[in-house]
């Protein structure tokens, strides 16, 4: 794509040019389109190798075609693996027990059950795997061509398959069994009919699909005719839906042959099927439960390694649903309901330290791994040695001090990846003041949300783990309270409001029953008073007609109203302290700044505390009184938000205030820090932004740096703080270009 | 709503003329001569085989036989049974009760045992409970209905002697209601059927729980300090029953066909066991008859989940 693309942006307009030239090059970037867009589907050879090594890595699906491929061998050998002729009666052998002669025993007539089994095995597998053969050699033309040629073809297929979809399946293919006769070749005509519509359906939506896309238009345009797009370039796409739903449905149709054969419409008596030899245990019950169980247990085997080859063809060619979610999670957007509880065992590194019996030892662990910070909270827990721990870090305040709300102390944390675990969060230090709005400034990927969703602890663990440090709650530590406590403090005294308004209100419930909800998990109120209460809100948030919209469902609001509902839902209950993470992030300007006056406005209403995570320093100058600027899981500097805008102290602050885009710049030329944050995995040693500082030298990345308290209200982490000058930026030189788009 | 129902009932016709066209077709099917065929082949006599070519009228021309048929066919009146000479309709609805006890019932276990483990096993996705109830899924899943019937009814009912193998007492029967033989003679029959729809459901409720667990919607549930009860119990499992109600037509597609043979297994005298007397006869217009019947009940059962679909998800009432 991007080389197509680039080569478009690159063309000027073809009209100003000579004509020659406009047309090699349109026939340039037209060929390389189609080049890129045919080489698509050969893609796909990588595609199986993969699907294949994802399968055979899987042991069970692995197991279960193993079985199967061993059933279908004894089934071909069968002659060469019995003993016995499955119809044989041996009269004076009847109901006689395993045995070195009879494996399985015999049944009532004295036959070998262990012949009649391997030979029953034939006559199923014989049908399934036949009845799929022809279901996918009938479904894929018909699926393709009624997909491909829409119009009249493709209105009656679909016509067709919907009448016979409508039919219960089993009852079609008994109809159809039971007109035609008993017999193994009815059974598969009858089995192959059932399956054929949905078949069809599934290639004919898939061939659909594929006709949009542009690579078939491209192979069109250039005249590649209907039946060479459809078998070369189509087909390809309808292969592995079609290669899952086979193999998932091979398992349905032994389950049917075997019902409709134990109807009596397979193969007639005495022929050995597996429906056959469930009838005759069925009418032997009394006598010996042996001849049930035997062909039970063969059909719940054989149609269980069905399933789980078909899971695991599934898996393999779209990767398993579990990993798929596991890497979501890592991107700390989810929370589940082990929020509240696994977060226990994390805290036993602290459970440990506070235990005085166990001082000793974790000095001496501390002595050997020289972990400074095990140190710290070891110092904290015991609270008599204080003052060393507050040298250490950072803390401004007493942690009982009533004009701090909240505070977070040397918090660390770890995701679990497939690499191991790397640290995303190193000794953060933050605190909200009463009344105040922090603004917790940095790029994409430095940890902001990481912290502000850990004080609700709403991450998931795992792939999260708390490693240290303290997040006090008016003194409380909310990574010590019980899951009863913490559900009292979340939405109460602490509420949230998220980055995705679209996705954060629930859309199967009303905004109403959403905003009484959160008024009455935590307070005794009738429904009356909280609808009362609700309307006032959404009123208060500036949400007309309040009334009739509180029997609106999130579908019925924009963006903007959806972030104004969830915000009255987050004042339901006057909370202390209101956490905003990028709020305004997903919406569009104007409605951004609406947000942004509305919190301003409410915060002086609820008298309540905010701390507000953004990467937008406008918004911070706007509405902030404090910042905090996190760099790669560590905060870098803290100050009044005065303080920051006119004379910043660290590096990183510096470069994002000049990289703000102003109006009346010059054009073309949008300011940006080179280079990226560095991944939690890949952290460079010393000071972790000197990869990308003008300031840089030898000394920074020699050791880790610690934050250093520079004034009464104001800290940063930088070395080299006191001997550079940040005013004169050496933003001409030329080894420090700046991104140019 | 209305409008969704109205809009479900008028795509049915098409379908339901192609169905009853399929299903009068069936007579095409038949090997040989329908009539001998019909009549019992080689051993029938002469006047049999006449007695059968008057009553479907086999020397009209096919369209002329169709004609008859359909319209018939439209008054649910599908004839007379070759074998009994009794009328099919009010055959199939004397049989009715019995079938339907079955399907619900089975569909009520399903739900019991279905939902609930598809939810434990959604909200602790990964934990030993989600691991050992998918390996019984599987089982559940793999072990076909009537394979279970047959299980059930040799411990059960053979070995046990807890309940009667075979035959099935109705809710209303001569003496009034009679709720407990009713619900003895329904207890494995509907346990045999339904443990395969809970398995089926658990599966499909997990993933929708799992799926929705993701959702920033249950992050803000968690943040307002809903507890786990609440967020599974209310934020999660609405969302999550919308997939599984998709799957729900399926389910009772199945359903209907796993009568059939459950009924004939349990010698439950119902709609479905009437099917197989027929195939077993031969009889065509009772076959057709229990099709249409069948075909007709499974596309109002897809109305209703529609309409369910549109109560559980707000987005479809206004579109």
């Keep these: 794509m991007t080389d197509s693309d680039l080569n478009h942006s690159a063309v000027p307009d073809p009209a100003m040019m000579e004509p020659a030239i406009a047309d090699h090059l349109q026939e340039e970037s037209t060929s390389q389109m189609l080049a890129e867009a045919l080489a698509k589907p050969n893609r796909s050879t990588s595609h199986w190798r993969r699907a294949a090594r994802r399968f055979v890595r899987d042991p069970l699906p692995m197991a279960a075609l193993t079985f199967l491929i061993l059933l279908v061998g004894l089934a071909l050998f069968a002659p060469l693996v019995t003993t016995h002729e499955p119809n044989h009666q041996i009269l004076q052998d009847r109901f006689s027990g395993m045995s070195t002669d009879h494996w399985l025993g015999t049944d009532n007539l004295g036959r070998d059950t262990w012949s009649r089994l391997i030979y029953g095995a034939r006559i199923s597998l014989l049908i399934t795997l036949s009845v799929g053969f022809f279901a996918v050699i009938l479904a894929v033309p018909i699926g393709l061509l009624s997909g491909f040629y829409s119009g009249k073809f493709d209105v009656a297929i679909m016509r067709l398959t919907d009448a016979m979809l409508s039919v219960p399946p089993l009852v079609l293919a008994l109809a159809i069994a039971g007109i035609l006769g008993p017999g193994t070749r009815n059974l598969i005509i009858a089995l192959t009919v059932m399956m054929v519509p949905g078949l069809v359906r599934l290639v004919r939506g898939q061939a659909l699909a594929a006709r949009e896309e542009m690579y078939i238009d491209a192979s069109r345009s250039i005249g590649t005719p209907a039946r060479v797009i459809v078998f070369r370039r189509v087909l390809p796409h309808v292969v592995s839906p079609l290669l899952v739903q086979v193999s998932i449905v091979l398992g349905t149709i032994l389950v049917v042959e075997a019902s409709l054969s134990y109807l009596g419409l397979g193969d007639p008596p005495p022929d050995p099927t597996w429906g056959n030899m469930l009838q005759d245990g069925f009418k032997q019950m009394a006598n010996d439960a042996r001849l049930i169980l035997v062909p039970a247990i063969a059909i719940g085997l054989a149609t269980l390694a069905f399933n789980v080859v078909g899971d695991g063809v599934r898996d393999a060619l779209y990767g398993t649903g579990v990993a798929r979610r596991r890497r979501s999670d890592i991107l700390g957007t989810t929370g589940t309901m082990f929020g509240l509880k696994s977060i226990k065992p994390d805290l036993d590194v602290l459970e440990r330290i506070s235990d005085p019996d166990a001082e000793t030892q974790t000095e001496a662990e501390t002595a050997d791994d020289g972990r400074v910070e095990k140190a710290d909270v070891a110092a904290r827990a015991n609270g008599a040695t204080r003052v060393h721990a507050q040298a250490a870090s950072a803390p401004w305040s007493e942690p009982n001090d009533p004009a701090t709300v909240l505070k977070i102390r040397d918090l660390s944390l770890e995701f679990e990846t497939n690499n191991g675990m790397v640290e995303v969060l190193d000794k953060v230090n933050l605190e909200v003041r009463r009344g105040e709005i922090l603004g917790l400034v940095g790029e994409s990927g430095c940890g902001k949300t990481v912290t502000s969703q850990s004080i609700l602890r709403l991450l998931p663990t795992p792939p999260a783990r708390i490693t240290g440090g303290e997040i006090l709650f008016e003194g409380r530590d909310v990574l010590r309270m019980s899951a009863k406590e913490l559900q009292s403090i979340r939405g109460r005294e602490i509420s949230m409001i998220f980055q995705d308004p679209m996705a954060s209100l629930n859309p199967a419930y009303t905004i109403g029953n959403q905003i009484v909800e959160a008024q009455r998990i935590h307070r005794d109120v009738s429904k009356a008073a909280a609808e009362t209460r609700a309307e006032e809100l959404l009123d208060l948030v500036g949400i007309p007609d309040a009334r009739d919209r509180l029997d609106d469902y999130p579908h019925m609001f924009s963006g903007g109203m959806r972030q104004r509902a969830l915000i009255a839902m987050a004042l339901a209950n006057d909370p202390k302290l209101l956490i905003a993470d990028e709020p305004t992030t997903a919406l569009d300007v104007t409605v951004q700044a609406q947000i942004i006056e509305l919190i301003s406005r409410l915060r002086e209403e609820f008298s309540m505390s905010v701390l507000f995570v953004t990467h937008d320093l406008g918004v911070v100058q706007d509405l902030c009184d404090r910042v905090a600027v996190m760099y790669a899981g560590q905060v870098v500097e803290t100050a009044s938000a005065a303080q920051v805008f006119t004379a910043p102290q660290h590096p990183y602050t510096s470069a994002l205030l000049r990289s703000r885009p102003t109006i009346g710049a010059e054009i073309g030329h949008l300011p940006s820090i080179a280079g990226l944050v560095p991944t939690a995995a890949n952290m460079p040693e010393g000071c972790r932004f000197h990869t990308r500082c003008d300031f840089a030298t030898d000394a920074c990345t020699a050791t880790a740096v610690p934050i250093l308290r520079i004034g009464s209200d104001q800290a940063v982490r930088c070395i080299r703080h006191g001997e550079i000058d940040l005013s004169q930026h050496p933003d001409e030189r030329p080894d420090l270009e700046v991104a140019r788009p | ?319």
């Design chain 2, 1 to 319: 709503m209305l409008q969704l129902v109205g809009r479900r009932l008028l795509l049915l016709i098409p379908t339901l003329i192609l169905v009853t066209f399929g299903v009068f077709m069936l007579i095409t099917l038949v090997p040989g001569d329908p009539a001998t065929t019909l009549a019992g082949g080689e051993n029938a006599t002469p006047e049999q085989i006449e007695k059968v070519r008057t009553q479907l009228g086999l020397d009209d021309p096919l369209v002329v036989q169709y004609g008859r048929w359909v319209s018939d066919a439209v008054r649910l009146d599908f004839g007379e049974s070759l074998t009994s000479g009794q009328d099919v309709t009010s055959e199939i609805q004397r049989r009715l009760p019995v079938t339907l006890s079955i399907v619900v019932g089975s569909i009520v276990i399903g739900l019991l045992i279905g939902i609930p483990l598809g939810l434990l096993a959604g909200a602790r996705q990964g934990g030993w409970i989600d691991r050992f109830l998918l390996a019984l899924t599987s089982i559940g899943l793999a072990i076909p209905n009537f394979v279970l019937a047959i299980l059930f009814i040799n411990v059960f009912a053979v070995n046990l002697g807890w309940v009667n193998p075979i035959g099935f007492d109705n809710l209303v029967g001569e003496d009034g209601l009679q709720p407990g033989a009713w619900l003895k003679s329904l207890a494995l029959p509907a346990l045999a059927l339904g443990i395969g729809v809970a398995a089926r459901l658990a599966r499909q409720v997990r993933t929708g729980v799992v799926d929705t667990m993701n959702e920033p919607y249950i992050r803000t549930a968690w943040a307002k300090g809903c507890s786990p009860r609440t967020v599974v119990g209310k934020h999660v499992f609405k969302n999550a029953a919308m997939p599984t109600v998709t799957v729900a037509g399926l389910l009772i597609g199945g359903l209907i066909g796993g009568t059939v043979i459950i009924e004939s297994i349990f010698s439950a005298n119902g709609v479905g066991q009437y099917l197989v007397n027929g195939i077993n006869a031969g009889d065509l217009p009772v076959i057709q008859g229990v099709v249409v019947m069948f075909v007709l009940a499974f596309a109002i059962i897809n109305i209703a989940v529609d309409i369910m679909y549109g109560w559980l998800n707000p987005k479809v009432q206004v579109s």
